[in-house]
């Protein structure tokens, strides 16, 4: 097909996942005083992706699908060589309790911090900070409930950072989704600290 180089293009180019719609509407309109492909549809783009995909296998790239879009990455096996070039240092990691508290809050999303709380049993200020500050994880409104507290969910770079299409990807997400969450505790009781450490390793490639 004419357009399947301007979509490699586009993919390579692109600093985020980029959709099949969105794709095939940047290709349908062409660039900027030039023309495009107007009959070009949605499941076209689909279907020219799954070949790219099979085209880079073999390569040092590797077309990902992850938070509902799709991007050309380095393959996993060649990170090592990437961080060389680049001299990129180890970033630090999410810590276990961080690990912990990321994956109730997408299980069960949106959720408050008392309610996630009651699943760890230990205070998650610092530890919903950090996840925020990562950009994992988001404030996404306010309860209901008395006193009205803020919401949380995962974000885009989440789904990104751990390599998922999206949340059903989780394994076992219905069932766990399913179990009902202990009571919140009561806000006048005592609260256990919880001590936030950081360690190293190396994050996902993208």
Known sequence: MEWA???EALLFAATEPMEPSRLAAILREGPEGGQGWPEVKEQEVRDELAQLSERLAPRGLILR????????GT???????V?????????PRLSPPALETMAVIAYRQPISRAEVEA??????????????????????GRSEAPG?????GTTPLFLEHFGLKDLEELPNSEELRR????????????KQE?????ASEPAPQS
């Open 5 to 7: 180089r301007v979509l």
């Open 65 to 72: 699908e992850v938070a509902g879009g799709f991007r050309i």
């Open 75 to 81: 393959a996993p096996d060649l990170s090592g060589w």
């Open 83 to 91: 961080a060389k070039l680049k001299g990129v240092a180890r970033p």
């Open 119 to 140: 699943v760890r049993g230990v205070d998650c200020s610092g530890t919903l900070d950090t996840l925020v500050e990562r950009g994992v994880i988001r404030i996404t």
């Open 148 to 152: 009205r507290p803020i919401l949380y």
């Open 179 to 190: 179990v009902k969450l202990p009571a919140p505790a009561d806000p006048g009781g005592p």
């Open 194 to 198: 919880e001590l936030i450490h950081e």
